[in-house]
Structures are given as C-alpha cells and as structure tokens.
C-alpha cells in the first residue's frame, strides 16, 4: 500500500463525502501532509485512511460515516487508558512517539507564566499565557514529529501552569491536585477522556482560533454548574428542573433523547463515576438532577454536566471543569 492518498482515493476508500474526510481531519483522526508539487493540495496518510476504514461499524449509507473517536481510531480504549495511566503517558501515545516518551517530553524547563494573565477567566488566561509565550519560543519551528511533540508537551505544561497558579514542580494532574486540593488520579482520568471527545474543529485551524471556539462549552458548563447550584439540596430537584423547563430556560449540559452515541455515553458515565469516587459528598444532589432531567424529558448528562458535576462536588474553583477541557482536549488538538 502506498503511504499516503489523494482526497479523491481517501474518500472513495471510506465511502464517505469530501466533507466528511475534512472532517474527520479536523478532529485529528487522520493526518496529512503537503503535496511536494502544489502546496494548495494535500496527501491523506493511508495507515489512518486504512485503519478508519476498519473500525467503521454496520454498513452506513454511501456518503455517511460512523464517526469513531479519537482513542478508538487507533485502536485504543480511552477508558482504560484512563483507569491506568498519567495524561502525559496518554498524550505521548496519541502523538505517536509511544507512551515510553513522556518523561523526555514533559521535563522541559518553561519560562514564569506571563503576568498580564493572572486574575482573568479561564480561557482570557490561557489564550494570554499562549500568546505570550508563543512570540518567544523559537523551539516551535521545529516542524519535524518529535518538534512538534516537545511544543505539545510545552503548551500543555504551560495551560496546566495557568490554571494552578504559576510554574511548579510534578506532573500535571498533580500540579492541578495540588493548586485545587483534589486527587491527581481523579484528574489523570478526566483529561484523558476529554482527550478522546470529538470536537467539530476547523482544519488547519490555528490552535488560539480552536480554544476560542470552546466558548459554547464555557456557556453550556456554567450553566450546568448554576443548574448544581441552584438545586442545592437533592429534594429540590425535581421541583428546579420543572420550573426551569416551565420558563423556557432549558437544562444546560443534559442531551434531549433519542441519543445514539454510545462512545459519548461511555465517556461520560467514566466521568461521573470519577465523580462519585472523589467526591461522595456531592452525590446525592449530582443523581437527584439526573433522575429529575430523565423523568421529566427522558435527557442524559453529557460531558459537560459531568465536568460541572466535578467541579461543584468537588468544590473546585470556579472555571476549573472548562480548564479541564480546554487541556485535556488540546492534547488530541496537538496531534501531529
């Protein structure tokens, strides 16, 4: 087989559209490169073309896909790679260097985090410390696999460094354990299943423009943590759902039914479960909300109520499930 296609070949090997290959390359699932000969069009890496092509399940429609995500495109398992490793270990794998790598790349001395981002929301302060950081290394040019792997592993130290508070010592989910007084296992295996959610990003976009585009997410996740916080208590759930739903004001971060995404399912049962095993404390009001939602409009918790579930049971600070998810998904971004 040769190792790269052409879109036409790409699209034809899956029986898919053009859109959904671009697609499917936004979200990291296959990777290209630039055509030699004309830098307008680009060649599509024919071990990923293959490997999409025998994950697909069923028998879909010419022109429609089962979109796998990104741990299942290469045959991996975000779940159990979850329940046992670091997200550095998991970070190195789904960049292609191994799991072995981490350690080389995650040692990397940084620079102070950039003081114009201290006391900004969460996204304003990440997007400021990438700014400022990005007009100065020099490292970044470094286009080659292994380049691209030590910037991925800087920026995400860096994104781990702003939400903590400044530059420090460990791993980055003891780092965040440390600032936030949480458990470093608990956020290992959150960051690793965001890293695995599918996100509708542009392709070629730049990683500033992507972050920015998590904006819905910080809506939909503030909204749900509010939804926590306004319950309060789990006998008032049912009572705050139907007032809420009686005003029009939806119930932020929950999925109306029929929703077939059983990855989407997995990936947000891990989490609550996360949830439940960290924090106990908060249980009662987290199920109570759920079992309201269901009976009243048959919804489930999606990745977003599950992350504002960890952050108000948790008593995280305010922002840190949105945190969370713009590392823990800029991991699969960074892909080479």
Same mark, same amino acid.
């Given at each position: 087989?040769?190792?790269?296609?052409?879109?036409?070949?790409?699209?034809?090997?899956?029986?898919?559209?053009?859109?959904?290959?671009?697609?499917?390359?936004?979200?990291?699932?296959?990777?290209?490169?630039?055509?030699?000969?004309?830098?307008?069009?680009?060649?599509?890496?024919?071990?990923?073309?293959?490997?999409?092509?025998?994950?697909?399940?069923?028998?879909?429609?010419?022109?429609?896909?089962?979109?796998?995500?990104?741990?299942?495109?290469?045959?991996?398992?975000?779940?159990?790679?979850?329940?046992?490793?670091?997200?550095?270990?998991?970070?190195?794998?789904?960049?292609?260097?191994?799991?072995?790598?981490?350690?080389?790349?995650?040692?990397?001395?940084?620079?102070?985090?950039?003081?114009?981002?201290?006391?900004?929301?969460?996204?304003?302060?990440?997007?400021?410390?990438?700014?400022?950081?990005?007009?100065?290394?020099?490292?970044?040019?470094?286009?080659?696999?292994? $380049?691209? #792997?030590? !910037?991925?592993?800087?920026? =995400?130290? +860096?994104? /781990? *460094?702003?939400?903590?508070?400044?530059?420090?010592? @460990?791993?980055?989910?003891?780092?965040?354990?440390?600032?936030?007084? $949480?458990? #470093?296992? !608990?956020?290992?295996?959150? =960051?690793? +299943?965001? /890293? *695995?959610?599918?996100?509708?990003?542009?392709?070629? @976009?730049?990683?500033?423009?992507?972050?920015?585009?998590?904006?819905?997410?910080?809506?939909?996740?503030?909204?749900?943590?509010?939804? +926590?916080?306004?319950?309060?208590?789990?006998?008032?759930?049912?009572?705050?759902?139907?007032?809420?739903?009686?005003?029009?004001?939806?119930?932020?971060?929950?999925?109306?039914?029929?929703?077939?995404?059983?990855?989407?399912?997995?990936?947000?049962?891990?989490?609550?479960?996360?949830?439940?095993?960290?924090?106990?404390?908060?249980?009662?009001?987290?199920?109570?909300?759920?079992?309201?939602?269901?009976?009243?409009?048959?919804?489930?918790?999606?990745?977003?109520?599950?992350?504002?579930?960890?952050?108000?049971?948790?008593?995280l600070p305010d922002g840190a499930g949105l945190g969370l998810l713009a590392l823990g998904r800029s991991a699969a971004w960074l892909r080479p």
């Amino acid at each position: 087989m040769t190792d790269v296609l052409t879109a036409e070949q790409a699209a034809e090997r899956l029986n898919i559209k053009p859109a959904t290959l671009y697609s499917y390359v936004s979200r990291g699932l296959i990777r290209t490169q630039p055509d030699p000969t004309d830098p307008r069009r680009r060649f599509y890496r024919a071990d990923d073309i293959e490997r999409l092509a025998q994950r697909r399940a069923g028998d879909p429609a010419p022109g429609e896909a089962v979109i796998p995500s990104l741990f299942e495109a290469i045959g991996q398992d975000a779940i159990k790679w979850a329940a046992r490793e670091t997200f550095e270990r998991a970070a190195a794998m789904l960049w292609g260097l191994g799991a072995g790598r981490a350690e080389l790349l995650f040692r990397q001395p940084l620079p102070p985090v950039a003081p114009e981002s201290a006391g900004l929301p969460v996204l304003p302060a990440l997007m400021t410390a990438l700014a400022a950081e990005s007009a100065y290394d020099v490292r970044a040019y470094d286009t080659s696999p292994d $380049g691209q #792997a030590m !910037t991925g592993a800087r920026i =995400l130290r +860096l994104m /781990a *460094d702003v939400l903590a508070g400044g530059v420090g010592e @460990g791993r980055i989910a003891e780092r965040l354990a440390a600032a936030w007084r $949480g458990d #470093a296992r !608990t956020f290992d295996a959150a =960051l690793i +299943l965001l /890293a *695995d959610e599918e996100y509708p990003a542009t392709a070629g @976009g730049r990683l500033a423009d992507r972050a920015q585009r998590l904006t819905p997410y910080g809506v939909t996740l503030r909204g749900a943590a509010g939804l +926590l916080r306004e319950v309060g208590q789990p006998g008032r759930a049912h009572a705050v759902v139907a007032r809420r739903l009686q005003h029009g004001l939806g119930l932020p971060g929950f999925i109306p039914a029929p929703n077939d995404d059983p990855t989407g399912h997995r990936r947000t049962g891990a989490l609550l479960d996360l949830m439940r095993s960290a924090y106990p404390d908060g249980i009662d009001i987290v199920e109570s909300v759920i079992g309201a939602a269901r009976y009243a409009m048959s919804a489930r918790p999606g990745v977003t109520f599950a992350l504002a579930a960890l952050e108000v049971a948790g008593r995280l600070p305010d922002g840190a499930g949105l945190g969370l998810l713009a590392l823990g998904r800029s991991a699969a971004w960074l892909r080479p």
